[in-house]
């Protein structure tokens, strides 16, 4: 499903991450490790949002190569969004939705069952972290894609909200879509069915244990 080869970012002369050959089987999967150890530099190298040394393939679709097709496969919300502050989640999840080809009404959808709607009409600017995260989270399940990554997703959020984002992991899981999660909290609080966990440290990624 997710291949990694050769892959290498650093930071100027500092190296952040290496990572021979690591692939991903279909599934969800739970990235662990230490604050700084480079998990959400990982992340954003996945979702493109990085450039870096070496391979990262989504199935038949090169990072790099095919920038359109695999960006429509790849969907992430970070641990702690940030927005333009003028604009609103209306605004923000419109475009997100259009730019994934977002089927028609599944935002409307995805913003009901967050509780998005008593505030999608005011500017991000005077959300609360958890109404930033669930708008982010909204965004992350627009579209058709293969995989998703979460980084932290039920920091800030409340039990229902984490209900809510377990459902609709299993939901999509179901769906064949996978997912890429990183936390520090245990994933048994959001009861999810975790098929292998990895470990970020020392520069590289090794398998661990669920």
Excluded: C
Excluded at 39 to 48: E, H, M, N, P, V
Excluded at 52 to 57: E, I, N, P, Q
Excluded at 161 to 166: D, E, I, N, P
């Amino acid at each position: 499903m997710l291949h990694l080869q050769n892959f290498q970012k650093s930071y100027g002369e500092r190296p952040i991450l290496t990572i021979p050959d690591w692939q991903l089987p279909p599934g969800i999967h739970w990235l662990k490790g230490p604050n700084g150890a480079g998990k959400t530099t990982l992340f954003r190298s996945i979702a493109g949002m990085l450039p870096h040394d070496g391979s990262v393939r989504l199935n038949e679709l090169d990072s790099r190569r095919d920038v359109v097709a695999y960006r429509l496969q790849v969907n992430y919300a970070e641990a702690e969004p940030t927005f333009p502050p003028f604009l609103t989640a209306h605004e923000l999840i419109s475009w997100v939705a259009d730019a994934k080809q977002a089927p028609a009404g599944q935002a409307e959808g995805l913003v009901e069952e967050f509780g998005v709607g008593t505030y999608q009409h005011t500017p991000v600017g005077t959300y609360s972290s958890g109404m930033l995260k669930k708008t982010s989270l909204v965004m992350a399940f627009l579209g058709q894609p293969t995989l998703i990554l979460l980084d932290e997703p039920l920091v800030t959020l409340d039990v229902a909200a984490t209900k809510t984002v377990a459902e609709l992991i299993d939901r999509a899981r179901l769906a064949g879509v996978n997912f890429l999660l990183s936390s520090h909290q245990a994933m048994e609080t959001a009861q999810l069915p975790i098929d292998s966990v990895w470990h970020v440290a020392n520069q590289t990624i090794t398998p661990g244990s669920v």
